[in-house]
Each structure stands twice: as structure tokens, then as C-alpha cells.
């Protein structure tokens, strides 16, 4: 639970913004999976995969992701993991999905309150590394470059990341990020960024 909740949920801070009322939306108070839960039948078992924002550390966002299996019987959860680097980025408002070699990705925004605008990430791991670990390190989609100043800070909460149909390989991610220019614009000019990666070891029909 992040020092702001319950009582708010904007939480964390963005460069040159000393208003409170104008930090992102964490939505960690809901203590809930974010969009969205992804099913995969892997032929032995049945897969979901799925993640949420949470505290990584004190003050700190980190993505939750957890994958939930099951081999004829009851769901339970395979394996599970935070990712969050040491270094005072938050990241938040994530989605996961898995390809069709069982190797799992995530996408999430990233923010700080000094030198890293609101921006797009990924990580993801492969089907056969230790559990719990995001092994693959991590991935800039696009750096921001302003800064949200609306006080209705709601953020990213529909990012999803989806497999491509025809080759079961490549992650198609959508998230927003801010500009300069954007910022410029309007209070809440966000921009929206769609990005396609794959991970090593999957390959096309």
C-alpha cells in the first residue's frame, strides 16, 4: 500500500511537478490485476497470466505478475514475481501475455519524480529460466519527454499487451506517454504509442 492510499491514489510524482494533486494514478489501492488477464491453452496445461502495481519498496512502484497454471485439475499458481530494478523508477500499469513457447512478456509506463517523464518499458522472461524472473532485462519502447498537469491524473489503466494471430511470436504492446509537446497542448495531452518486439527462442510457422 503506497504512503498516499487510501486516501488518494496519485501517487507518484513527475519531474518539476510539486503539486500533490498532479501525480500519476497508481490505482494500487485497489489491490487488483490490471487489464488483462491473458488465457493460453498450452496443449499439457492451461495457462493465465496476469499482473498489478504494487509497492516495490517504500514509495517505490513495481509490476506483480503472476502465472497461473493448471494440468487437469485445479488453477494454482505456477510462479509469481516483482520486477523492480534498484534504481527509484517507477514501474506501473502493466500487461503481460505469453507466446506460444510459453515465454512471457510484460509492458508498463515508467516515471520518477527527477529525471524520467512518463515513458514505455517492457521485460519478459523465457519458458524455460528460473521462476520468477523477468531474465531478459529490460526494453525502452519510448522515452517521455513532458509531463501530465491535469488533477485528474488517471493513467494507462486499459495498456494492454497482445500476440500477434499470424505467428503466435511477436507482442503488439499499446500504453500512452507525454511529449513536451504534449504538455504544451493540453493538461492531460497525452500521447498513445503502439510497438511490436519478440523475445529469443519463438519462431514463425
Known amino acids: 500500500m503506497f504512503p498516499c492510499a487510501p486516501t488518494s491514489r496519485d501517487c507518484l510524482p513527475q519531474p518539476g511537478i510539486t503539486n500533490p494533486s498532479q501525480y500519476l494514478d497508481v490505482l494500487s489501492y485497489r489491490q487488483r490485476p490490471t487489464h488483462r488477464l491473458a488465457y ?7 495457462a493465465l497470466v496476469t499482473g498489478q502495481s504494487v509497492e516495490a519498496a ?3 512502484a513495481g509490476m506483480r505478475w503472476y502465472e497461473i497454471r493448471r494440468s487437469g485439475g ?13 534504481d527509484g523508477i517507477h514501474r506501473w500499469m502493466g500487461s503481460v501475455a505469453m507466446d506460444k513457447q510459453g515465454n512471457v512478456a510484460m509492458g508498463y509506463s515508467v516515471v520518477n519524480g527527477t529525471s524520467v517523464f512518463p515513458g514505455i518499458r517492457y521485460t519478459g522472461r523465457l519458458a524455460g529460466d528460473a521462476l520468477g524472473q523477468m531474465t531478459q532485462g529490460e526494453g525502452t519502447i519510448i522515452d517521455g519527454s ?13 495498456t494492454s499487451l497482445n500476440l500477434d494471430p499470424v505467428d503466435d511470436c511477436t507482442f503488439w504492446y499499446v500504453n500512452e506517454y507525454y511529449t513536451a509537446a504534449g504538455q504544451a497542448s493540453s493538461p492531460a495531452g497525452w500521447q498513445t504509442r503502439i510497438a511490436s518486439f519478440r523475445l529469443p527462442g519463438c519462431s514463425a510457422p
Open 40 to 46: 493460453r491453452n498450452m496443449k499439457t496445461y492451461d
Open 58 to 60: 517504500s514509495g517505490v
Open 74 to 86: 485445479a488453477y494454482s499458481v505456477y510462479q509469481q514475481g516483482t520486477y523492480a530494478p534498484n
Open 146 to 158: 513532458g509531463v501530465q498537469t491535469s488533477t485528474n491524473s488517471r493513467w494507462g489503466d486499459y
